[in-house]
């Protein structure tokens, strides 16, 4: 009685096995057939270079073994494709290779340089909207805004190439008999630029665009959240440079989380970090670069706040709040800020 009640158990524990099994298999058909890169209505997605599983490691040569993650439209939680992300050990052959890239490209004049970002410019305007309307799928927000910011990268790109015929230095004068001070301005090396998901494109291209001209390479993580629109831009910079037999690890690229940003924050090899995102994070951020007294830009936020008072006139007040929700929309970079981005990506030597 014992016995044909064991074999009972064990019959029935292979039959729930099975029945496990096979329904763990039938999710992972549904999830396969259900990408949103696999319906008709989405192939645009594939003219980015997208299928559904992504590498997302590029310094050179693509690649990534850590965590895969799945990219969900936040509109109706629908997976659209997946991303695998950097190990701590890719993140470290990428940065040696972006190091080893930077002696190439800070040898290029300047000019030339412009010439590259003009290229890398003109290649983002014939993917403007595709790309934009990657932002508004994978981000969220409207797709004129999504386009819009495509367009904020463009433009940044166009003052870049301006710039690379500037960058320049006074002639000073010398308290020493037939001398004279000369200033110059080089390359910092390394920049190390993490950005946050409600800007997956604009504030990487505003970094990336003068970065470039000032002599530097960079090396780009984004949001966990938006990883597509990470690895399209990464695809169309890297053609750029390819087309140049230029290396393509200038501008590389490390999907993942918390833990490749903290490496990026602690690496020394990394000569600037710039950072997007909330201000409890850029608060540890800064204390990790500063405590290897490295160099850092800090662009942070809160919570989108609005004060009205009891007077205001609501015809004005709530268009603006919806457009400060919905819109999302920041204005583009004042000549001043990206000035003073230009100087942090350059170092001073007299």
Not at 306 to 324: G, H, Q, R, T
Request: net charge neutral; aromatic share 6%; proline share 5%.
């Amino acid at each position: 009685m014992q016995r044909c009640l064991t074999l009972t158990l064990a019959q029935h524990s292979r039959l729930f096995l099975r029945s496990k099994l096979a329904t763990v298999r039938c999710q992972q058909s549904a999830a396969m057939s259900g990408l949103l890169i696999n319906q008709p209505k989405y192939s645009w997605l594939k003219e980015l270079g997208l299928s559904e599983d992504n590498p997302g490691v590029y310094n050179g040569s693509w690649g990534g073994s850590g965590e895969v993650i799945t990219s969900y439209c936040p509109a109706n939680n629908e997976p659209i494709a997946r991303v695998t992300q950097a190990t701590l050990a890719e993140y470290e052959e990428t940065v040696q290779k972006t190091k080893e890239a930077w002696k190439t490209w800070a040898d290029i004049p300047a000019p030339k340089r412009g010439e590259i970002v003009r290229q890398i410019g003109d290649a983002l305007r014939k993917k403007i909207k595709v790309l934009g309307s990657l932002v508004s799928l994978e981000m969220g927000k409207i797709y004129v805004e999504g386009v819009g910011e495509v367009q904020e990268y463009v433009d940044v790109c166009d003052y870049a190439v301006g710039l690379s015929r500037m960058i320049g230095g006074p002639i000073l004068p010398s308290e020493r008999p037939g001398h004279a001070l000369l200033e110059q301005w080089n390359p910092v090396g390394l920049v190390g630029i993490i950005t946050a998901f409600n800007f997956p494109v604009a504030v990487y291209g505003w970094n990336n665009a003068i970065a470039l001209t000032c002599g530097n390479v960079c090396l780009w993580k984004g949001a966990p959240t938006t990883p597509l629109t990470s690895v399209a831009v990464t695809k169309i910079v890297a053609e750029v440079l390819e087309a140049n037999n230029l290396p393509g690890a200038i501008c590389s690229m490390t999907c993942g989380g918390a833990d490749i940003g903290t490496a990026m924050a602690k690496d020394e090899r990394v000569d600037l970090v710039s950072f997007t995102g909330s201000t409890h994070v850029g608060k540890m951020v800064a204390m990790m670069v500063q405590e290897r007294f490295g160099r850092k830009l800090l662009e942070l936020g809160g919570n989108n706040a609005i004060i009205v008072f009891e007077d205001a006139d609501l015809n004005l007040v709530v268009p603006s709040a919806v457009f400060a929700s919905v819109g999302n929309r920041r204005p583009a970079l004042h000549h001043n800020q990206e000035a003073d981005a230009a100087r942090e990506c350059s170092r001073h030597s007299g």
